[in-house]
T-cell receptor
Framework: DTAVSQTPKYLVTQMGNDKSIKCEQN?????MYWYKQDSKKFLKIMFS???????INETVPNRFSPKSPDKAHLNLHINSLELGDSAVYFC?????????????FGPGTRLTVL | GNSVTQMEGPVTLSEEAFLTINCTYT??????LFWYVQYPGEGLQLLLK?????DKGSNKGFEATYRKETTSFHLEKGSVQVSDSAVYFC????????????FGAGTRLFVKA
């Protein structure tokens, strides 16, 4: 049983396109996250949702828009893709926002912008 | 702001060698500390954690002790295996609109047979 799943695993697209990445968790967690990992493996938080509400919004271009239709799903839509958006994007979840929890990561989506 | 600094890699060891990966942190409060491991092509997974000073986290032969006086959380293993080859991330979790986790830059470990 996959705990945190993401689709697609690989995404290759042209500059200027719009794309979405989907994430689902079946752990019953309340909090979900999006991270960006660059080519040097540096991991940076982008967004966090708790029970469908945005609670962390780092300095991310507004071309990136997260959407949480329910607490088990957190999708990431990216408009007008740029070369610098190429990275691996990880979704994660944790039990709640009331204490520092272990995070459970998805397998990642490797985005390549040409 | 809060931050995590870990030793630069890559670290290359022979099988059965002793491993230390240094991690220090800066925090205004009392964060929880974590080590996560990322195997090739996979997402991160928790290796061990400690939630207060002097706690020792351990798992799969790895250990780390939360040292408040030196603001450190160094990862150690007595005898590494080829299967331990991965990228290791030190992290702290702080309150900030929910709990935000700040990751170190990661340290790549190669273990040779």
């Amino acid at each position: 049983d996959t705990a945190v799943s993401q689709t697609p695993k690989y995404l290759v697209t042209q500059m200027g396109n719009d794309k979405s990445i989907k994430c689902e968790q079946n752990l019953g967690h309340d909090t979900m996250y999006w991270y960006k990992q660059d080519s040097k493996k540096f991991l940076k938080i982008m967004f966090s949702y708790n029970n469908k509400e945005l609670i962390i919004n780092e300095t991310v271009p507004n071309r990136f828009s997260p959407k949480s239709p329910d607490k088990a799903h957190l999708n990431l839509h990216i408009n007008s893709l740029e070369l610098g958006d190429s990275a691996v994007y990880f979704c994660a979840s944790s039990q709640g926002s009331g204490s520092p929890d272990t995070q459970y990561f998805g397998p990642g989506t490797r985005l390549t912008v040409l | 702001g809060n931050s995590v600094t870990q030793m630069e890699g890559p670290v290359t060891l022979s099988e059965e060698a002793f491993l230390t990966i240094n991690c220090t942190y800066t925090a205004t409060g009392y964060p929880s500390l974590f080590w996560y491991v990322q195997y090739p092509g996979e997402g991160l997974q928790l290796l061990l954690k400690a939630t207060k000073a002097d706690d020792k986290g351990s798992n799969k032969g790895f250990e780390a002790t939360y040292r408040k006086e030196t603001t450190s959380f160094h990862l150690e293993k007595g005898s590494v295996q080829v299967s331990d080859s991965a990228v290791y991330f030190c992290a702290l979790s702080e309150r900030g609109g929910g709990f935000k986790t700040i990751f170190g830059a990661g340290t790549r470990l190669f273990v040779k047979a």
